[in-house]
């Protein structure tokens, strides 16, 4: 993140910080000396430009956008010997009850608690636990932990205690009626009366933001002109409002049309504002990766796992008060930014426009990164010739060189007039204005200018969870899974266009469990690599008994004991999570050079693209969610197999393994359905209150109830066996600080924690 700080026309110090779900800078206006602001590093911005002008400088950010890109890669492709460090976002809505009423709502209260949230910060930047940012909703907050955690087993003990202290810091701020919930969406946000203090829509009101028939610009976070500008901009570019489609569920009594369907649509739910993607709140983790070749392949290999986890993490199938046949946010945020016009999106023959363009610049990424990646390249990609090729002259090699044209497909929807003239050898607010305006499965984070930070891959597909423990559980299962990646050299490329597939599956009612998706069987290459890792990884762990031996080692439990015999372990032996497995060091051509484009047999660490052609069309098979995580015999050992295996070779202290052991299980237990997902036990709750009417409504009473249990489950109050199994869900040792016999043992082996 890029960060100063200017006193504004008042002597009040704006101040900018990097948001999250929308990845864009917003302020907050604090009267704090400079100094300090310039110590938490954050940015001033200034006032936005009206739509025209910001239209008319659309080629500008372009072109200089492109330009500040290529310098940063020549400043930064070396970079080498970056270790892990990562963390989670959580957003997080503020919900007011009014218990007499049995009325839930959401409270526009965002911008009065990050006000004292972030004192704690300005006062002592470094100090604090946890971080906290404006999101999109004047409901809405996001709450990161205070710096990244690192490459030691035991910070992943940590982030469950710091997601309740986050959790706890909040509630202390709140009144008794209210809640901070980290809920996907609020159930009837956008239907009558959601809002505390009530707020109406204004569209008829031409100053109005949204125009929104259901959603008003009261909520939408009113510390920052960046999303009100947003939200105008990208309905002026798409030429009309925005349009959400959801089909509603339909039940006995559903009455058709739903109110509001679109002409001819009968039994479609429609929403018409950014609000309701952007209002919905999300699950991120961003890790940084040793050098910029580690993260393409991180990001290549992630990228196919995105509607997998989504999937797992469905939690949203309310919206507007009506149950519908989605399960997750995905499609709806992806309509409620899509500026397209009638031309772009292939409704008008092309006339003002340069191209047509397959999709919202909110979804799933089109193209890999890495040379392994690239034979999966296999749905067009749009750019702008040009600039591609100016990447390319600028020393930007092919794959590199397409995804940022790509990016550059777009146009800037939000332009500060301060920020218009830069330094292209310095500056990179240009290339950010697009890059975070994509808002993509997966991002390709390059480093910050004059920082410490690498390079860095966001993994961004995930839904918020109701608990801490589900959420940590999620954040360090993929954590994990980087490790495994790297360690044992897996290979989950899919062609692009079934992760294309796999991401509409993954929506579906119920996808958990009953689709199946797109999933690329482990090769013969793969299981000799399996077999050698483990033979390393058996002679390597003898002697270590910090895993091994406690009682709860080789806890795969009876849950997975079917998959015993194909669980490969596959460790490398790499005792250290900054090992980076043996992916480290050599880069191979990709990030030099203009021709690394397609030679994905030049890298020998990835074996599995030697196959042929024919075994390549069998290597993508459908599967379902829990065959890819528990496993399939012949087909793929599972990924929670594989990452027990890998924990085998690991150095882990009790406390933290027994953590770990409870998120996997947890896990495993969601993908075998004996868990349903969030969304599912949300249309549950509703089916069977006894004021739903077979009606497909959620009603004001049903939606009280539902997140009155949520915060019952999320205080751990409520137990919830179908949800989160028997008792309450948190068993997990979790600390928010590693202790200091540990640390001191960690010392003696040389592993010190990053500072
Ligand atoms: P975004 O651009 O998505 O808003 P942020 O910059 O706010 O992302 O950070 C997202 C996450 O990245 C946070 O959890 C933060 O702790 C973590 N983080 C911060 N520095 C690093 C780093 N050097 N490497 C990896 N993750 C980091
Ligand atoms: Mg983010
Ligand atoms: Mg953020």
């Given at each position: ?133 404006p999101e999109y909703g004047a409901y809405m907050i996001e709450g990161t932990p205070g710096k990244p955690f690192g490459g030691l087993m035991a910070h992943f003990n940590l982030v469950e205690a710091n997601m309740r202290y986050r959790r706890e810091e909040v509630t202390e701020l709140l009144a008794k009626d209210e809640c901070v919930m980290s809920i996907t969406n609020f159930p009837r946000l956008g239907a009558s009366n959601f809002t505390h203090p009530l707020a109406q829509p204004r569209p008829e009101d031409p100053l109005s933001s949204a125009r929104s028939l259901y959603f008003p610009d009261e909520a939408i976070f009113p510390g920052h002109p960046r999303f009100k500008t947003l939200t105008r901009n990208i309905r002026k570019r798409r030429g009309e409002k925005v349009s959400i489609k959801l089909k509603v569920f339909k039940d006995t009594k559903t009455k058709l049309p739903v109110e509001g369907a679109p002409p001819g649509e009968p039994d479609v739910v429609l929403l018409d504002a950014m609000g309701f993607g952007m209002g919905c709140c999300c699950l991120q983790l961003t890790f940084q990766a040793c050098n910029i070749t580690e993260a393409r392949r991180l990001y290549d290999q992630l990228a196919p796992l995105c509607p997998i986890m989504l999937a797992l993490t469905a939690a949203s199938p309310i919206y507007r008060g009506y149950l519908t046949e989605s399960d997750c946010r995905w499609n709806v945020i992806s309509s409620s930014v899509d500026c397209r016009t009638e031309e772009e999106r292939g409704l008008a023959p ?406």
């Amino acid at each position: 993140m890029r960060r100063s700080g200017m006193p504004d026309d008042n002597g009040a110090v704006v101040v900018v910080v990097c948001s999250t779900h929308l990845n864009v800078s917003v302020s907050i206006d604090v009267r704090q000396a400079t100094n300090k602001v310039q110590n938490m590093g954050l940015l001033s911005e200034g006032s936005p430009l009206s739509w025209e002008e910001t239209k008319a400088l659309a080629d500008h950010v372009r072109e200089h956008g492109v330009n500040q890109f290529i310098n940063l890669y020549h400043r930064l492709k070396d970079r080498q010997g970056d270790i892990l460090k990562w963390g989670d976002e959580v957003e997080y809505i503020i919900v007011k009850f009014d218990d007499e009423q049995k009325v839930a709502r959401v409270a526009l209260r965002a911008q009065d608690l990050l006000a004292q949230l972030n004192e704690k910060e300005l006062a002592d930047p470094k100090g604090v636990k946890s971080l906290w940012r404006p999101e999109y909703g004047a409901y809405m907050i996001e709450g990161t932990p205070g710096k990244p955690f690192g490459g030691l087993m035991a910070h992943f003990n940590l982030v469950e205690a710091n997601m309740r202290y986050r959790r706890e810091e909040v509630t202390e701020l709140l009144a008794k009626d209210e809640c901070v919930m980290s809920i996907t969406n609020f159930p009837r946000l956008g239907a009558s009366n959601f809002t505390h203090p009530l707020a109406q829509p204004r569209p008829e009101d031409p100053l109005s933001s949204a125009r929104s028939l259901y959603f008003p610009d009261e909520a939408i976070f009113p510390g920052h002109p960046r999303f009100k500008t947003l939200t105008r901009n990208i309905r002026k570019r798409r030429g009309e409002k925005v349009s959400i489609k959801l089909k509603v569920f339909k039940d006995t009594k559903t009455k058709l049309p739903v109110e509001g369907a679109p002409p001819g649509e009968p039994d479609v739910v429609l929403l018409d504002a950014m609000g309701f993607g952007m209002g919905c709140c999300c699950l991120q983790l961003t890790f940084q990766a040793c050098n910029i070749t580690e993260a393409r392949r991180l990001y290549d290999q992630l990228a196919p796992l995105c509607p997998i986890m989504l999937a797992l993490t469905a939690a949203s199938p309310i919206y507007r008060g009506y149950l519908t046949e989605s399960d997750c946010r995905w499609n709806v945020i992806s309509s409620s930014v899509d500026c397209r016009t009638e031309e772009e999106r292939g409704l008008a023959p092309l006339d003002k426009q340069k191209f047509r363009i397959a999709k919202s610049r909110y979804d799933s990424i089109d193209s890999y990164l890495s040379p392994e990646g690239a034979k999966y390249n296999d749905v067009p990609l749009t750019y702008d010739e040009k600039v591609y090729q100016r990447l390319v002259e600028g020393g930007i090699d092919h794959l590199l060189a397409q995804h940022v044209a790509h990016l550059f497909i777009r146009d800037t929807v939000s332009l500060f007039s301060e920020k218009v003239h830069q330094n292209d050898n310095e500056d990179t607010d240009h290339f950010e204005n697009i890059q975070s305006t994509n808002w993509q499965t997966m991002r390709f984070k390059p480093p910050p200018p004059n920082s410490s930070i690498g390079w860095r891959v966001e993994f961004r597909p995930c839904e918020a969870q109701i608990s801490d423990f589900e959420n940590a559980a999620i954040v360090c299962f993929v954590v994990l899974l980087t490790r495994v990646i790297l360690s044992y050299q897996l290979n989950f490329l899919t062609p692009i266009s079934k992760v294309d597939e796999n991401m509409q599956t993954a929506q579906k009612r119920d996808a958990c469990r009953k689709e199946k998706f797109w999933f690329r069987k482990s090769s013969k290459t793969t299981e000799q690599r399996a077999a050698k890792a483990q033979a390393q990884a058996q002679a390597q762990t003898n002697g270590k008994a910090t895993f091994n031996g406690n009682g709860l080692a080789n806890g795969n439990g009876s849950e997975n004991g079917d998959q015993e015999e194909q669980q490969q372990p596959l460790t490398n032996g790499s005792a250290k999570m900054n090992g980076h497995g043996n992916t480290n060091g050599t880069t191979n051509g990709t990030t030099n050079g203009t021709n690394g484009s397609s030679n994905g047999s030049s890298n020998g660490a990835d074996s599995d693209h030697t196959d042929t052609d024919d075994e390549e069309n069998e290597l993508f098979q459908l599967l379902s969610i829990n065959e890819i995580f528990n496993g399939k015999p012949n087909v793929f050992p599972g990924l929670v197999p594989l990452i027990r295996s890998y924990l085998q070779s690991m150095e882990v202290d009790t406390d933290t393994h027994c953590t770990i052991e409870q998120y996997l299980r947890f896990i495993q237990k969601r993908a075998a359905g004996e868990l349903i997902t969030t969304a599912t036990w949300m249309r549950e709750q509703v089916l069977s209150h006894p004021d739903y009417k077979q009606d497909s409504v959620v009603s004001e009473r049903i939606n009280y109830d539902l997140l009155k249990r949520i915060q019952g489950i999320q205080e751990g109050k409520q137990v919830e066996p179908a949800l989160l199994g028997q008792g309450y869900h948190s068993k997990t040792k979790t600390k928010d600080f590693i202790p200091p016999a540990l640390q001191k043992q960690l010392a003696k082996n040389g592993c010190c924690e990053e500072k």
